[in-house]
């Protein structure tokens, strides 16, 4: 499969726990993006890498919220204190000549 | 103030009509995108588009960049294109805004 693979597919975590989230990108591609989607809504511009530098940041929702693309390959995403709000599916893109979106990782917080 | 507006929200069509979902949006954009998202989850891009029209089977793009807008139009539609659509627009530093989606379902 050479698709944009994300993991794991589902997380169940209670209350200010803290989750990691990975996403491992088509090789070819530079461009990595990170969204959410809660229920019913399109999704969210989180943050964008290209390659491993993160050229915008300002729309995480909040500084419990990071990202690292260190080797400018696989990304995670990082959830510090987990709060109810959190839940949502977290989907992850890259992007080359054109975009291809992972499956989501889907997040409930308890 | 949502700079993607998609209309309608929801749209229920017998199989065999012809289909047109709406974008609008307020921000200078480099390129706007269709996605369809299947109920599981999963995204699918559609089209990408700058300029123009853009088919691909029976779905067809275009986009007017004076007025801001684009449709995506589903010809001759059929049960499993029911899925949610959504207009995404890539603005300057490549970052995107998304429209609410058009949840779609065609009848058999």
């Known amino acids: 499969d050479t698709g944009v693979s994300q993991d794991p597919r589902h997380k169940i975590t209670k209350r200010g726990q803290n989750v990691t989230f990975r996403c491992d990108p088509i090789?070819?591609?530079?461009?990595l993006y990170w969204y959410r989607q809660t229920l019913g809504q399109g999704p969210e511009f989180l943050t964008y890498f290209q390659n491993e530098a993160q050229l915008e940041k300002s729309r995480l929702l909040s500084d419990r919220f990071s990202a690292e693309r260190p080797k400018g390959s696989f990304s995670t995403l990082e959830i510090q204190r987990t709060e109810q709000g959190d839940s949502a599916m977290y989907l992850c893109?890259?992007?080359?000549?054109?975009?291809?979106f992972g499956s989501g990782t889907r997040l409930t917080v308890v | 103030k949502n700079e993607v507006e998609q209309s309608p929200q929801n749209l229920t069509a017998q199989e065999g009509e012809f289909i047109t979902i709406n974008c609008s949006y307020s921000?200078?954009?480099?390129?706007l995108h269709w996605l369809q998202q299947h109920p599981g989850g999963g995204i699918v891009s559609l089209f990408m588009?700058?300029?123009g029209k853009k088919k691909h089977g029976r779905l067809i793009a275009t986009i007017n960049i004076q007025e801001k807008h684009s449709s995506l139009h589903i010809t001759a539609s059929h049960p499993r294109d029911s899925a949610v659509y959504i207009c995404?627009?890539?603005?300057?530093?490549?970052?995107?805004?998304f429209g609410t989606g058009t949840s779609l379902t065609v009848i058999p």
């Open positions: 893109a890259s992007a080359g000549y054109g975009y291809t």
């Open positions: 995404a627009v890539i603005v300057v530093g490549n970052q995107f805004y």
């Open positions: 921000v200078g954009i480099s390129a």
């Open positions: 588009l700058s300029s």
């Open positions: 090789s070819e591609h530079n461009r």
